[in-house]
């Protein structure tokens, strides 16, 4: 018999999830390098995707910008992806839709992203009115992901058990972030660069949300390792 129970909240990553911003960051990766005379790999943006920005920072360093500092690499790039961002944000297939359908089911959802946080600000901005109800960014003062506690913040925030919400990721750090919460949690695998079953971080998949329906979020809440 198909289960009913619902989760108590919804948790998204951004990157890879909600939206698709990842060619916005290799084309600041790559116009990061150009100014610094070097040649760019698209292999480097599926090496960075989910990473922390201090994280990106160091490896552009060692790339080949050696002249700036980090400081510098993460305002430069954070500004292109931002400007891009604040234009258009490249939503994944469907997922406005399920945004609007939980928030009309009553449903809290949170942004947890490692993300700076004009752009996790600039995303709820966009969502749909009154669906996401805050945001865990790269300032909060939580350990990053893989480590599980943006999302027991987020959990602490809306006033809910852990043990009670469906988390929705794309990348490493993050799936595993989810795993280690204690929530169900849904790899969404349309743009991600890993193959989250093969590595197996998660169990259940998904490529975007088109025709999602409360049905299959109740079917993953309940289908939890």
Same mark, same amino acid.
């Given at each position: 018999?198909?289960?009913?129970?619902?989760?108590? &909240?919804?948790?998204?990553?951004?990157?890879?999830?909600?939206?698709?911003?990842?060619?916005?960051?290799?084309?600041?990766?790559?116009?990061?390098?150009a100014r610094a005379g070097k040649e760019w790999?698209?292999?480097?943006?599926?090496?960075?995707?989910?990473?922390?920005?201090?994280?990106?920072?160091?490896?552009?360093?060692?790339?080949?910008?050696?002249?700036?500092?980090?400081?510098?690499?993460?305002?430069?790039?954070?500004?292109?992806?931002?400007?891009?961002?604040?234009?258009?944000?490249?939503?994944?297939? %469907?997922?406005?839709?399920?945004?609007?359908?939980?928030?009309?089911?009553?449903?809290?959802?949170?942004?947890?992203? /490692?993300?700076?946080?004009?752009?996790?600000?600039?995303?709820?901005?966009?969502?749909?009115?009154?669906?996401?109800?805050?945001?865990?960014?790269?300032?909060?003062?939580?350990?990053?992901?893989? /480590?599980?506690?943006?999302?027991?913040?987020? &959990?602490?925030?809306? %006033?809910?058990?852990?043990?009670?919400?469906?988390?929705?990721?794309?990348?490493?750090?993050?799936?595993? &972030?989810?795993?280690?919460?204690?929530?169900?949690?849904? /790899?969404?695998?349309?743009? /991600?660069?890993?193959?989250?079953?093969?590595?197996?971080?998660?169990?259940?998949?998904?490529?975007?949300?088109? %025709?999602?329906?409360?049905?299959?979020?109740?079917?993953?809440?309940?289908?939890? &390792?």
């Amino acid at each position: 018999m198909a289960t009913t129970k619902l989760p108590a &909240a919804v948790m998204w990553d951004m990157d890879g999830t909600l939206i698709n911003s990842e060619p916005y960051w290799g084309e600041s990766e790559e116009a990061l390098l150009a100014r610094a005379g070097k040649e760019w790999d698209p292999n480097i943006a599926k090496t960075l995707q989910g990473a922390s920005l201090a994280f990106v920072a160091e490896y552009m360093q060692k790339a080949g910008v050696p002249d700036l500092s980090a400081e510098e690499i993460i305002e430069f790039m954070v500004d292109y992806v931002y400007r891009k961002e604040v234009e258009r944000l490249p939503w994944t297939a %469907g997922v406005t839709d399920v945004l609007t359908m939980v928030r009309d089911a009553d449903i809290p959802q949170y942004l947890v992203t /490692s993300s700076p946080e004009p752009m996790a600000r600039n995303l709820v901005e966009q969502a749909p009115e009154g669906s996401l109800h805050g945001y865990i960014c790269n300032e909060t003062p939580v350990p990053h992901k893989p /480590s599980p506690e943006p999302y027991l913040l987020a &959990a602490q925030k809306l %006033g809910v058990d852990i043990k009670d919400c469906l988390i929705f990721e794309d990348s490493v750090p993050g799936l595993t &972030a989810a795993g280690k919460s204690g929530a169900a949690w849904v /790899s969404v695998t349309g743009y /991600s660069s890993i193959n989250a079953r093969e590595l197996g971080l998660a169990h259940n998949f998904i490529e975007n949300f088109d %025709g999602l329906e409360m049905g299959d979020i109740a079917r993953f809440f309940s289908e939890r &390792a």
